[in-house]
């Protein structure tokens, strides 16, 4: 059965895309792991900084990476679903316990997903919807979590089926999807196609309402839900063509308007980016840092700029000390941002890293911080009610298996 199960997962268009696009680097051979300038700066700073630390926690009962992370209004941190050891897509989650630090089985999830999104909706319950299964290139179903019972039930479908999407939580409860890839079948080649169009969950009825297009199709990008209630959608990656390599980075910003549920452009980042992150600051701006440009091969980045929503204009800020993709960036309680791990590559080597650093936004610098125990990248972070951040899951190295440990981060 698994080797079955493993067969589908190979010759199924979209999910074979979505492997090799989570995983890219796979393809550099020759590859040679060298010692990077964060690494110096952390040894050298390391005395600077004793307070800030990483430590083992219990581990999950099975790997993940491109999973979801949602901190519940418990305090316990839902995990669910992404891409499994032996290439299997997973139905299974988990419940993380910062109490007594240890992972505990949840009830699975009705479909096994990967490249999905999980928002925490106003009620306590938690909204997934589409990314691909082991059978399915682009999932269109949704379901809910309900913390009370431990359990998933089946919501409204979306309208259309998309994977590598991004999900956003409006003032007013809904929840707003968009873009991402789709399967396009038949086809002799990779066969994605990325798509610009947007649905909006209403929890009250379980349905979804098609609204407005982004004015361009993007996915592996980010949505931010702004102080004034409109959302930001910042670079990413549009497909031109029928093979995996037919794509380009984007440098086009999209701004939403839940008042007339309607897109529409908000400038340019200073660099086009992709598997970047994105996250929205105490002083109501937004924060976008690394990722990877251009295009398959394009290299890692340091660069990091700010949006100000006031004025619609992207500036430039202090640069990272690490060039970086599929890292996590955390907020934590005292306004500064932790972006940990992730990996990196500069045109000729490329690595996995474990280490950190922090952003201090009334500066715009960022400092050395502790590293942590283990390099991942596609791993996921969530803030603790306590104000530590849990990192879970992820690869480790080139042999591409997802990890099941966890570790703590403590300011």
Known sequence: MKNQIQLIIATTPLRQSLKRSLRRHTLKTGITIVITPLMLLAAAAAWAAPQATWSSTGSMAVGRFVFTATTLQNGKVLVAGGLAPGDVVTNKAELYDPTTGTFTPTGDMHAARVAFSATRLPNGKVLVEGGASNTVGALASAELYDPATGTWTVTGSMNQGRQAHSAA??????????????????????????????????????????????????????????????????????????????????????????????WRATGTTTISREDHSAVLLTNGQVLVTGGSTVDFNGVTVTSAELYNPATGAWTATGSMLQSRERHTTTVLQNGQVLVAGGDWYDGVNAGF?????????????WSVTASMNAPRFGARAALLLDGRVLEAGGETDFNYIPTALAEIYSP
Not at 184 to 192: M, S
């Open 169 to 262: 939580l409006l003032r007013d409860g809904t929840v707003l999807v968009t873009g991402g890839n789709i399967d396009r079948t038949p086809c002799t080649d990779v066969c994605v196609t990325t798509i610009a169009g947007s649905e909006i969950y209403n929890p009250s009825t379980g349905t979804w309402t098609t609204v407005g297009e982004m004015t361009i199709p993007r996915s592996f990008f980010t949505t931010t839900a702004l102080s004034n209630g409109r959302v930001l959608a910042t670079g990413g990656r549009i497909h031109t063509g029928p093979g995996y390599y037919d794509y380009k980075a984007i440098a086009f910003a999209d701004l939403y308007d839940p008042a007339t549920g309607k």
């Open 353 to 365: 890293l474990t280490e950190c650093e922090l952003y201090d936004p009334s500066l715009g610098t």
